[in-house]
C-alpha cells in the first residue's frame, strides 16, 4: 500500500505565495520522478513541475521563473514553491510519484488525493 498525502493549498491573493507539500509512505523501495499536476474543471490534468531523484528539473512554461519545485528524498516528501500567484494559477493541484514498491516490481504511478489552490481577491 502506498499513499501520497498533500498538504498546503488555500486561497490567497494574486501576487501571493504559498508552499504545497506531498509526503510518500507505505511500502516503497524506491522513488523516480516526483512531481505536481493541476486540474481545472472542464480541462485534462497538466503539468505543472517534475523533479527527478537526482534533482533534475522540468516546468510548464507558464510556472517557469515563478515556480520552484524540490524534494527531500530522505523523507520521501516533494515541495513545490508559488511566488507571484496568478488567478490562472487556480485548481486543484495533485501530486504524483513514479515509484517501484520491491526491487522486482514494475515502477507505477501513485497520485495524491489534490489540493484546492484558489487565487482571487
Known amino acids: 500500500q502506498v499513499r501520497l498525502v498533500e498538504s498546503g493549498g488555500g486561497l490567497v491573493q494574486p501576487g501571493g505565495s504559498l508552499r504545497l507539500s506531498c509526503a510518500a509512505s507505505g511500502s516503497i523501495f524506491s522513488i523516480n520522478t516526483m512531481g505536481w499536476y493541476r486540474q481545472t474543471p472542464g480541462k485534462q490534468r497538466e503539468l505543472v513541475a517534475v523533479i527527478s531523484s537526482g534533482g533534475n528539473t522540468n516546468y510548464a512554461d507558464s510556472v517557469k521563473g515563478r515556480f520552484t519545485i524540490s524534494r527531500d528524498n530522505a523523507k520521501n516528501t516533494v515541495y513545490l514553491q508559488m511566488n507571484s500567484l496568478e488567478p490562472e494559477d487556480t485548481a486543484v493541484y495533485y501530486c504524483?510519484?513514479?515509484?517501484?514498491?520491491?526491487?522486482?516490481?514494475?515502477?507505477?504511478?501513485?497520485w495524491g488525493q489534490g489540493t484546492q489552490v484558489t487565487v482571487s481577491s
Open positions: 504524483n510519484a513514479n515509484l517501484r514498491r520491491g526491487q522486482w516490481f514494475s515502477t507505477m504511478d501513485y
